[in-house]
């Protein structure tokens, strides 16, 4: 079956501007995540939709950085004012449930994101 | 929050064995994942305790100590495909949330 999608792959983009990431999780899983992951560096949590709670944004690193999650499906990370910090691959999961259980994350291939 | 510590880099023989530690520190804690990830790829899920014990799944098997904050993944028979960023994760509820935290992640080096 289908797994997680991420587009673009690949995102060149000039300081100052704001870019939009996709993610499209599994069909029917409630939760998805976004995590960064800078080169050698572990997955850096940004934020967690679950259902139809309020998401946790407790990772975002600045108020440059918001996400959305539409019709509990397909979710757009936008980074207003993209900085060369911001340059990372970011990814996104999803989860048939997110919450308590073994409930493992699917990962999508990534958005590689350099800012110039 | 959690402390997870991972050896940043290890290095094996086609063939052999190896064990990858991971420690950490919570609270809550409800559970650790490892993840396999491939240089370029998304991560892929491995293993999941949340009791004591080893659960073997093939090659690879995950034991897990809570009362000691340690888990390790042991790889046999290691094949050169197995070369990869292994990334140990912790779920801790202390804070209310069911998020997990990533290590940074060990690279391990295959070599024939």
């Known amino acids: 079956g289908a797994g997680v999608s991420q587009s673009p792959s690949n995102k060149v983009t000039e300081k100052g501007k704001d870019v939009e990431l996709r993610c499209d999780p599994i069909?029917?899983?409630?939760?998805l995540y976004w995590y960064r992951q800078s080169l050698g560096q572990g997955l850096e949590f940004l934020i967690y939709?679950?259902?139809?709670?309020?998401?946790?944004k407790s990772g975002l690193p600045s108020d440059r950085f918001s996400a959305e999650r539409t019709g509990g499906s397909v979710s757009t990370l936008t980074i207003q004012r993209t900085q060369q910090e911001d340059s990372a691959v970011y990814l996104c999961?999803?989860?048939?449930?997110?919450?308590?259980?073994?409930?493992?994350?699917?990962f999508g291939p990534g958005t590689r994101l350099t800012v110039t | 929050g959690q402390n997870i510590d991972q050896p940043t880099e290890m290095t094996a023989t086609e063939g052999a064995i190896v064990q990858i530690n991971c420690t950490y520190q919570?609270?809550?804690?409800?559970?650790l994942f490892w993840y396999q990830q491939h240089a370029g790829e998304a991560p892929t899920f491995l293993s999941y305790?949340?009791?004591?014990g080893l659960e073997e799944k093939g090659r690879f098997s995950s034991f897990l100590s809570r009362s000691k904050g340690y888990s390790y993944l042991l790889l046999k028979e290691l094949q050169m495909k197995d070369s990869a960023s292994y990334l140990c994760?912790?779920?801790?509820?202390?804070?209310?949330?069911?998020?997990?935290?990533f290590g940074r992640g060990t690279s391990l080096i295959v070599h024939p």
């Open positions: 999961a999803s989860s048939s449930n997110g919450l308590a259980g073994v409930y493992e994350q699917y």
């Open positions: 069909s029917g899983h409630t939760a």
């Open positions: 939709f679950q259902g139809n709670s309020a998401p946790d």
């Open positions: 919570t609270s809550g804690f409800n559970g």
């Open positions: 305790n949340v009791l004591d």
């Open positions: 994760a912790v779920r801790d509820l202390s804070g209310g949330s069911y998020i997990p935290t």
